[in-house]
Structure formats: structure tokens, C-alpha cells
């Protein structure tokens, strides 16, 4: 089902920035994405694991969690594609970013609200063609110390 399949893409984004290497962060969004958006989303995500309070050290994604994701029909049916080919969903979802610099651990929790438009491209399969963010908050942000046990 396309259900299973906008998940599918949802979490192989974010597991693409595990990679170390930009090159292969971006090959791994490839998978994901398509389009203009590929280029924008890469963008977006690094920044947004940038915690600024933190002099722009970068964050890892520890866990990203599907709050929900509702099918809509595709407000635009790009020329050539037939309808079934093209889907919307309004998802929302938490993800948590750690730190750890100077012995300190720092965990950040933001909540995302937005649309994706999924198509089934000729040339590679599913990928999420365009992204809308509807609503972005911080929902816990949290300093602790390393436990050097």
C-alpha cells in the first residue's frame, strides 16, 4: 500500500544523514527523493540538525517517530501520470536530535506537521516529489551530563 510506502520513504530520509560522507547522504536521499526537492531537502534537514544554541554543533538523529500520516487525493496530477500514480499525505512526526560535546549531552525533540506529494516515477519507482511544512515546534529541548562511568 502507498501507506506502507510514504513511511517507508519518511524514515530513509532521515537514516540517510547516519552516513558521514555528504556524497553518500545525498545517493541516499536519491533513494528517497526526487526532483528539485532532493537538492532543498538536504539543505533543510542539515541545517535543521544544526542546534544553534549549541554554537552550530551538529545533532544526530536519534529516533524519528510517524505521529500520523493521512491519504488525501493529489491537489496536482502532473502531466503524463495517471491519478493513481500521484498521492498526498499530511503527516506529522517528532524527531529527536542528541549532541554530546564538553561532556555535556544535549537532546532536542521537534514536531513537524506537513504534506508530501509521493509518485510513482517511470525511471525509479516511489519518491516524494514535493514537501509542503505546514507547522514546525520545539517540543523538549534538554541538557544532561555524560555519564563517564
Not at 509518485?119 to 514537501?131: F, H, K, N, V, Y
Not at 505546514?134 to 541538557?143: A, H, P, V, W
Amino acid at each position: 500500500t502507498t501507506d506502507s510506502i510514504v513511511q517507508s520513504l519518511h524514515h530513509n530520509i532521515y537514516r540517510a544523514f547516519d552516513y558521514r560522507d555528504e556524497s553518500d547522504i545525498y545517493d541516499a536521499l536519491e533513494q528517497s527523493v526526487s526532483g528539485d526537492l532532493l537538492e532543498n531537502l538536504y539543505i533543510d534537514i542539515r541545517n535543521g540538525l544544526r542546534m544553534r544554541e549549541q554554537g552550530g554543533a551538529v545533532s544526530r538523529v536519534k529516533s524519528v517517530e510517524m505521529l500520523e500520516a493521512n491519504r488525501e487525493e493529489a491537489v496536482d496530477v502532473p502531466r503524463g501520470m495517471e491519478p493513481w500514480q500521484v498521492v498526498d499525505y499530511v503527516c506529522r512526526w517528532n524527531v529527536e536530535g542528541v549532541v554530546e560535546h564538553w561532556g555535556h549531552i544535549h537532546t532536542q525533540v521537534n514536531q513537524y506537521r506537513a504534506r508530501f506529494t509521493v509518485a510513482a516515477l517511470p525511471e525509479s519507482g516511489w519518491r516524494i516529489t514535493d514537501l509542503e511544512i505546514l507547522d514546525e515546534s520545539r517540543e523538549k529541548f534538554q541538557t544532561g551530563l555524560r555519564d563517564f562511568r
